[in-house]
């Protein structure tokens, strides 16, 4: 009986024990750089060599800074001006309406949506954020520091406008 | 049998323990009992905190696949595991107290979960996920009522450089948690693992 009750003690302080999952490390292999990147989209390779894979490029941050951003044309979904990593969305719950509802904005300084997302498709007014405007980021986008594959000539709202008030 | 006898059966059964207590020792000497009771004592005290330590981890929270395959699924998505820095929290730093007392009193309502775990009260995600809301509950009525006493383990308040937390934290932090108006749960909800339907559920 001492002994089974031993035998479990010892068992159970061993299963407890740290289990550490052995993981390969090794070094990163030397960077393939693709050359003129950015420009080249439309050779498969890019020209990196054959025998040779290039590196990813590095990741894009989040712009996180806070301040509204211009709209680029007339009833542009404005952009989201911060990170929302890990902001929950789901058919549970509606992170971004924490600050952005109309009872909150004013406590944590948060534009509040505008009046159209509390009506519905037959024009009835809701208490909260109307189902189809739900999903925010499905029209509402944070932006990164990534550089555009191709240049663009498109020009904005804003630059337009003070172009042609200049001609 | 009357009550009186089931008392008078006791006492005859305990007597012979009783009056071994109650008497002097016969062989062993006064220096070998306390010093022996006091190895004892170290060696019990040793015994018992290293094995609630060993309930203290997150090889044995996740032992259970209830805990694996749910939350520790959904934590690893999260920064309180995956980060910059690679420093990380484990299940026991946000569920359990780390002071001694406060340990103490949550390991006892712990046991409440080794019963639902021996009857299998969250064993398939549907039934999780039907308990989820209360199951949160109970930990946001916990950190609510300690003042968030486990995130403020790691984070607090005093250590934070304001100034290189965005513009909106920085504001939001200074208004509410500095003054004491707001605790951490109260906007940190869902930070570690995916919220329950928060319809009707006061936020922020």
């Given at each position: 009986m001492r002994h089974a009750l031993l035998l479990l003690i010892a068992a159970t302080l061993i299963a407890c024990g740290p289990r550490h999952e052995e993981v390969p490390r090794?070094?990163?292999?030397?960077?393939?750089?693709?050359?003129?990147?950015?420009?080249?989209?439309?050779?498969?390779?890019?020209?990196?060599?054959?025998?040779?894979?290039?590196?990813?490029v590095l990741l894009p941050r989040v712009?996180?800074?806070?301040?509204?951003?211009?709209?680029n044309y007339e009833m542009q979904p404005p952009t989201i001006p911060h990170a929302?990593?890990?902001?929950?969305?789901?058919?549970?719950?509606?992170?971004?309406?924490?600050?952005?509802?109309?009872?909150?904005?004013?406590?944590?300084?948060?534009?509040?949506?505008?009046?159209?997302?509390?009506?519905t498709r037959d024009g009835k007014v809701l208490e909260?954020?109307?189902p189809r405007?739900?999903?925010?980021?499905?029209?509402?986008?944070?932006?990164t520091d990534a550089q555009p594959l191709v240049e663009s000539r498109y020009r904005g709202l804003e630059a337009r406008s003070t172009s042609e008030t200049t001609r | 049998m009357t009550r009186s006898g089931i008392w008078n059966r006791i006492r005859s059964w305990l007597a012979p323990y009783w009056s071994a207590i109650r008497s002097p020792s016969r062989f062993y000497s006064l220096g070998f009992l306390t010093l022996g009771g006091f190895l004892a004592g170290?060696?019990?005290?040793?015994?018992?905190?290293?094995?609630?330590?060993?309930?203290?981890?997150?090889?044995?929270?996740?032992?259970?696949?209830?805990?694996?395959?749910?939350?520790?699924?959904?934590?690893?998505?999260?920064?309180?595991?995956?980060?910059?820095?690679?420093v990380r929290a484990v299940c026991p730093d946000c569920h359990v107290p780390h002071e001694w007392t406060y340990k103490i009193a949550r390991k006892m309502q712990a046991s409440k979960e080794v019963w639902g775990k021996i009857f299998g009260s969250v064993d398939t995600r549907e039934k999780f996920l039907k308990m989820r809301l209360d199951l949160a509950?109970?930990?946001?009525?916990?950190?609510?009522?300690?003042?968030?006493?486990?995130?403020?383990?790691?984070?607090?308040?005093?250590?934070?450089?304001?100034?290189?937390?965005?513009?909106?934290?920085?504001?939001?932090?200074?208004?509410?948690?500095?003054?004491?108006?707001?605790?951490c749960i109260d906007c940190h909800k869902g930070i570690a693992h995916q919220l329950p339907s928060m319809a009707g559920i006061p936020q922020g």
């Open positions: 090794r070094a990163p292999s030397e960077r393939v750089t693709v050359t003129g990147a950015g420009q080249q989209i439309d050779a498969l390779r890019r020209g990196v060599p054959i025998d040779q894979e290039a590196s990813p712009e996180n800074f806070d301040r509204p951003r211009p709209v929302i990593d890990n902001y929950q969305l789901t058919v549970n719950t509606n992170r971004c309406m924490l600050c952005h509802t109309r009872s909150n904005a004013e406590k944590f300084l948060a534009p509040e949506v505008s009046d159209a997302h509390y009506v909260e954020i109307s405007r739900y999903f925010c980021v499905q029209c509402h986008v944070p932006q | 170290v060696i019990f005290w040793g015994a018992f905190n290293t094995a609630m330590e060993a309930t203290n981890t997150e090889a044995f929270c996740t032992g259970c696949h209830e805990m694996n395959d749910n939350v520790f699924a959904e934590l690893k998505t999260t920064i309180h595991y995956n980060n910059r820095s690679g509950q109970h930990e946001w009525a916990r950190m609510k009522a300690n003042d968030s006493r486990e995130c403020r383990n790691c984070h607090q308040y005093d250590s934070m450089d304001l100034t290189r937390q965005s513009r909106r934290a920085a504001n939001i932090h200074q208004h509410y948690l500095g003054t004491g108006e707001n605790t």
